[in-house]
């Protein structure tokens, strides 16, 4: 973020491992990366990609499985409100929005950047995650499949943070 303040900064740097190698450049926090961050050496730049390869690579595994303790979670859901033959659809509810907000997600990968694209999608994924809550309430079907379609956006964002951490190692 362009206003975030030096505290915030460092402890970004911090929670990503990096603190230490920003202090040994040559300006520390206020060195300033040309494009590529090609001012820095080859290995500078490997540290860096390895640093946010383990910060995307843990950001997968949790969200993973996250993911994993909320398909358990909504099949046992749909089986409660429509029927045993009913958590079947659930999962592909999920698969199915999965598959379909991918195509968006790309898209808005490629004009605008990875972190907006797995922003939104991880977005539309909450949305999902709370129709899914208001279905259960409310014991609405339709509500309910609704939610695990935007909820299988959840599963099109890890994809993309794997493909993102596999870029950068």
Excluded: K
């Excluded at 540290?47 to 046992?76: E, M, P, Y």
């Excluded at 999965?98 to 195509?103: D, G, M, N």
């Excluded at 950047?113 to 949305?127: E, K, M, P, Q």
């Excluded at 279905?135 to 994809?159: D, E």
């Amino acid at each position: 973020r362009l206003d975030a303040t030096d505290a915030e900064c460092v402890e970004a740097a911090s929670v990503a491992d990096a603190d230490h190698f920003i202090r040994q450049l040559p300006q520390g926090y206020d060195t300033q990366l040309s494009e590529r961050a090609g001012n820095l050496s080859q290995g500078q730049r490997q540290l860096l990609a390895i640093r946010r390869f383990r910060s995307l690579w843990l950001a997968g595994v949790v969200s993973s499985f996250g993911d994993w303790l909320a398909l358990l979670a909504t099949t046992a859901l749909a089986a409660e409100l429509a029927g045993t033959s009913a958590s079947g659809l659930a999962q592909s509810s999920v698969v199915l929005g999965a598959a379909l907000l991918a195509l968006p997600a790309t898209m808005l990968v490629q004009r605008s950047g990875r972190r907006l694209s797995l922003t939104a999608t991880y977005l539309v994924a909450a949305l999902g995650a709370i129709l899914i809550v208001a279905a259960a309430t409310r014991s609405s079907l339709v509500m309910l499949f609704a939610g695990y379609f935007l909820f299988g956006a959840a599963t099109a964002a890890n994809m993309q943070a794997r493909y993102a951490a596999v870029d950068l190692a």
